[in-house]
T-cell receptor, first 113, second 114 residues
Framework: AQSVTQPDIHITVSEGASLELRCNYS??????LFWYVQSPGQGLQLLLK??????LVQGIKGFEAEFKRSQSSFNLRKPSVHWSDAAEYFC???????????FGRGTSLIVHP | DSGVTQTPKHLITATGQRVTLRCSPR?????VYWYQQSLDQGLQFLIH???????AKGNILERFSAQQFPDLHSELNLSSLELGDSALYFC?????????????FGEGSWLTVV
């Protein structure tokens, strides 16, 4: 079975600073990988996904993520954070042939003005 | 707006009661999923339906049940409610295409058991 770890429970950055949220997965083959964002009181919104091909994936709201097979990672990045990016971010991993992804516990992003 | 619609958005009920949460998936999506999100347990997968048939069960209690109807909407029934059932319940839907299976979430139904 697949698993995913988000090592950071909270991340604090200043507005305008760059951001990297870490995600490590465990799966025996090439997985499906996702990042979702949840604003307070809202549902989870898909930021980006990786299924195959180019390992650098562009998403919405200026986010990108890079799949690194050698490190079993799928870290989320943004070059310049805006105050509206403050939210909970979830990484998820799915096995090929399975409909059910496994979600990490989430990383809470706090943005200082 | 993901296209997944959930009702009600908020619900307060007493212990021992029964509630029904409703979900309409995105147009064309055959799969419906139910998740529970709480502070201590995180995001927990409950159950998956595909075109009316149950496909997978996760950490769903026996007091909970779900179904997906011919028009593809789904309902999650929670009975004999306990304080610990207070949580945010998400419905999600997906369609599998050549690029894989991507899940889209609704806004959730907040359940408070008092």
């Amino acid at each position: 079975a697949q698993s995913v770890t988000q090592p950071d429970i909270h991340i604090t950055v200043s507005e305008g600073a760059s951001l990297e949220l870490r995600c490590n997965y465990s799966y025996g083959a090439t997985p499906y990988l996702f990042w979702y964002v949840q604003s307070p009181g809202q549902g989870l919104q898909l930021l980006l996904k990786y299924f195959s091909g180019d390992t650098l994936v562009q998403g919405i709201k200026g986010f990108e993520a890079e799949f690194k097979r050698s490190q079993s990672s799928f870290n989320l990045r943004k070059p310049s954070v805006h105050w509206s990016d403050a939210a909970e971010y979830f990484c998820a991993v799915g096995a090929r042939g399975s409909y059910i992804p496994t979600f990490g516990r989430g990383t809470s992003l706090i943005v200082h003005p | 707006d993901s296209g997944v619609t959930q009702t009600p958005k908020h619900l307060i009920t007493a212990t021992g009661q029964r509630v029904t949460l409703r979900c309409s998936p995105r147009s064309g999506d055959l799969s419906v999923y139910w998740y529970q999100q709480s502070l201590d347990q995180g995001l927990q997968f409950l159950i998956h339906y595909y075109n009316g048939e149950e496909r997978a069960k996760g950490n769903i209690l026996e007091r909970f049940s779900a179904q997906q109807f011919p028009d593809l909407h789904s309902e999650l029934n929670l009975s004999s409610l306990e304080l610990g059932d207070s949580a945010l319940y998400f419905c999600a839907s997906s369609v599998e295409d050549r690029s894989g299976n991507t899940i889209y979430f609704g806004e959730g139904s907040w359940l408070t058991v008092v």
